[in-house]
């Protein structure tokens, strides 16, 4: 059963330069307020429709994405945020990267830039949805 | 004789914005013991910074937090500029200091917000975050970027702040002061921000001073140590500042520091949009290229000293410390918690104000083997 509308998310930083983090706490402030899409940003990944990665991962982080995207509930989606989500960004060739976010566990969304504004954000994770 | 038990916290937490791993050792619900496991944001900021020209390498430096992304440009810029002894305009100064305290307004008012929701008052939540999200549209404004503002270049800035662009940048200071004046008292005055906050993760002078605080966190507890005041750079030296002191140490103190760092915030920008010279500042290409030197500088983020040594060689960057604030508060966190209800702990923490990625560093060890290394080969960089 695959889900339309309000769907619940649960948030991981796989070690990122904090950037993507606030633009996705800026996504639940008054002025994007995600609550009018029904999504809820929920503590762990075992209630969560999405999972949305920001950072890029590394090595101590890679078994711990692995772990939560084990809990996530079926069917599994996951956004990726961020040049360091999707590519390994400016942090590419160091020593720390274990990524890209979809060398380690499938992406259904990507959503590109350094770091996206919130009404990207937002429209990857309804666009996981569909 | 009690059993200790671990509680732990993290790495991935819905209160926590970035991945720590807290153990908590407890006896029943008070903390025995806590261990701040970190490496789960490392990735290796100073090793992207060698080799670098140093204007490819400021992209970088500002890749290292996203809160303080101009605090860590003006560290860099600040030692650069001196070694290479690069003079600035003043309205390069000014602009580069509006940028930064806008940067420490919304660093503090987001420090705020999450503050309010550990504290589980989460329509203050709401009001700083709302707040919060006009300074961003005055960073889109000055600077085209809403988090990484990139708007310097060594010895210039990338864009002339328009007269528009000012006016825009001081209504909008104007429109949040009364709500951020209510809120300050609300906070001041809120039983259950009392309750909970008075007292709580209590750091005495002597403790700061040993352990070396930076910031607001040392502020309130009567230290001053802003680089902004001690050592004045670059639009600092024509502006009139005061320092937010205060002498309980608790996390209620740092709370009020830190709103009333807001407000003096706003004041710097006011002196600065009023004293900014005339004229433009686009770049005359090509900047000038650094070849050689080396140096240290600080600069005043929003949660202390920030502190940069830099040293280039044939026009690349052989070598960039980055010493964050947080690095420097972090040595009390365990104190801070130790013997504290466990229901505290997110308040405590929260008070201390952590920013784990800019602060992620780790020795590598390739093989298992130690190595040891001479003063003399760290400094310069490399091992014989
Ligand atoms: S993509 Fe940019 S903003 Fe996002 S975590 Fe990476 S460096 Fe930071």
């Not at chain 1, 402030?29 to 999504?39: Q, T």
């Not at chain 2, 650069?80 to 940067?103: K, N």
Request: proline share 5%; aromatic share 6%; net charge positive.
């Amino acid at each position: 059963m695959s889900i339309k509308k309000s769907p619940w998310v649960s948030f991981f930083n796989a070690g990122g330069c904090n950037g993507c983090t606030l633009e996705v706490l800026a996504c639940t402030n008054p002025r994007y307020d995600v609550s009018r899409f029904g999504i809820e940003i929920k503590a762990s990944a075992k209630h969560a429709d999405v999972l949305v990665v920001t950072g890029i991962v590394n090595k101590q982080n890679k078994s711990r994405l692995l772990n939560i995207y084990e809990q996530l509930a079926e069917p599994k989606r996951v956004v990726a945020i961020g040049a360091c989500a999707l590519t390994g960004g400016i942090y590419k060739d160091s020593h720390a990267h274990a990524g890209p976010v979809d060398k380690i566990i499938p992406v259904t969304v990507f959503v590109p830039g350094c770091p996206p504004r919130p009404e990207s954000i937002i429209k990857g994770i309804l666009e996981a949805l569909k | 004789m009690h059993k200790t038990c671990l509680f732990p916290i993290g790495p991935q937490h819905p209160s926590l914005k970035e991945p720590l791993f807290l153990k908590l050792y407890v006896d029943g619900t008070t903390v025995k013991d806590a261990v701040f496991d970190l490496g789960y944001a490392h990735r290796g900021v100073e090793e992207k910074l060698e080799g670098k020209q140093v204007d490819t390498a400021l992209h970088a430096v500002q890749r290292t937090c996203g809160i303080c992304s101009q605090c860590h440009t003006m560290a860099f810029l600040r030692t650069v500029e001196g070694f290479a002894e690069v003079e600035i305009p003043d309205r390069v100064a000014l602009q580069r200091v509006i940028v930064a305290e806008l940067e420490r307004i919304h660093s503090h008012l987001l420090w705020a917000g999450v503050m309010m929701h550990e504290l589980g008052l989460d329509t203050l939540f709401m009001y700083f975050m709302r707040e919060r999200e006009k300074i961003l549209d005055v960073f889109d404004e000055l600077t085209g970027n809403r988090v990484h503002h990139s708007s310097d270049l060594v010895g210039t800035s990338k864009r002339t702040f328009s007269e528009e662009n000012l006016q825009f940048a001081l209504s909008t200071l104007d429109s949040i002061k009364e709500n951020l004046i209510s809120y300050r008292k609300t906070v001041d005055s809120h039983d259950v921000i009392r309750d909970r906050c008075i007292g709580k993760g209590l750091i005495t002078k002597k403790d700061a001073k040993t352990f070396g605080l930076v910031g607001p966190v040392a502020r309130a507890c009567n230290i001053n140590n802003d680089v902004r005041v001690n050592s004045p750079y670059m639009g600092y030296k024509m502006l009139k500042l005061n320092s937010i002191m205060r002498t309980e140490g608790d996390a209620h103190a740092r709370t009020l520091v830190r709103l009333d760092e807001v407000f003096e915030s706003m004041n710097l920008v006011e002196q600065a949009c009023n004293q900014i010279p005339k004229g433009s500042v686009v770049p005359k290409y090509p900047v000038k290229r650094i070849a050689q030197g080396y140096g240290v500088g600080a600069s005043e983020a929003p949660r202390g000293e920030n502190f940069h040594f830099v040293k280039v060689v044939n026009g690349k960057t052989a070598r960039v410390k980055l010493r964050t604030p947080t690095l420097a508060n972090l040595i009390m966190f365990p104190e801070a918690v130790k013997g504290a209800d466990i229901t505290d702990v997110p308040v405590i923490v929260m008070s201390l104000d952590p920013c784990i990625s800019c602060m992620e560093r780790v020795a590598v060890v390739k093989d298992g083997k130690s190595e040891v290394w001479t003063s003399h080969e760290l400094f310069k960089g490399e091992k014989k």
